[in-house]
Antibody
Framework: QVQLQQWGAGLLKPSETLSLTCVVYGGSFSGYHWSWIRQSPGKGLEWIGEINHSGITNYNPSLKSRVTISLDTSKNQFSLKVTSVTAADTAVYYC??????????????WGQGTLVTVSS | IHMTQSPSSLSASVGDRVTITCRASQGIRNDLGWYQQKPGKAPKLLIYGASSLQSGVPSRFSGSGSGTDFTLTISSLQPEDFATYYCLQDYNYPLTFGGGTKVEIK
């Protein structure tokens, strides 16, 4: 059974760097896309970006200049960094596995979520 | 691509048939999924490819549509179905979610 477990600092000050890691248990990295998604308090979902098993990334233009997603296949984990955070980055952050069936892609496994609060 | 869901919330009773719609700002073929989210939990995949039921999801959930207009239907609402539902387009980057539909108990 695939499980995604994530961790990282939950309280940041403005201008600091958000750093989260997601480890994948029970599955391979190959053939999947590994995404980060966030949800601001009481609001909807926003896709941040993804990395595939080859290290190729795609980012949401709304965050692209501040985001880096990286992969460590030896540890079965991938990571998110967001620089220069502000209060607007306060959200629950999720890691998720993107899987495909034919030409359709979907998120079939998710991490448990990490609340990141940005406050001075 | 902007995804517009309607309604943003609805009240329904156990046993009711519930329909949620999602409209894309441009054609997305059938590259759409539906997710259910309960408070404090990660979203759960229900439907992918607009109409394919994810393994383990009850058959009372169904999806339809293609192009710009899509529908999620719950044929007979159960107590465990009270949640917020989101659509997600995977046609192109950036992937975008609808604003959500909260299904509440009447």
């Amino acid at each position: 059974q695939v499980q995604l477990q994530q961790w990282g600092a939950g309280l940041l000050k403005p201008s600091e760097t958000l750093s989260l890691t997601c480890v994948v248990y029970g599955g391979s990295f190959s053939g999947y896309h590994w995404s980060w998604i966030r949800q601001s308090p009481g609001k909807g979902l926003e896709w941040i970006g993804e990395i595939n098993h080859s290290g190729i990334t795609n980012y949401n233009p709304s965050l692209k200049s501040r985001v880096t997603i990286s992969l460590d296949t030896s540890k079965n984990q991938f990571s998110l960094k967001v620089t220069s955070v502000t209060a607007a980055d306060t959200a629950v952050y999720y890691c998720a596995r993107g899987a495909g069936s034919g030409i359709n892609w979907f998120f079939d496994y998710w991490g448990q979520g990490t609340l990141v609060t940005v406050s001075s | 691509i902007h995804m517009t869901q309607s309604p943003s919330s609805l009240s329904a009773s156990v046993g009711d048939r519930v329909t949620i719609t999602c409209r894309a700002s441009q054609g997305i073929r059938n590259d759409l999924g539906w997710y259910q989210q309960k408070p404090g939990k990660a979203p759960k995949l229900l439907i992918y490819g607009a109409s394919s039921l994810q393994s383990g999801v009850p058959s009372r959930f169904s999806g339809s549509g293609s192009g710009t207009d899509f529908t999620l239907t719950i044929s007979s609402l159960q107590p465990e179905d009270f949640a917020t539902y989101y659509c997600l387009q995977d046609y192109n980057y950036p992937l975008t979610f609808g604003g959500g539909t909260k299904v509440e108990i009447k």
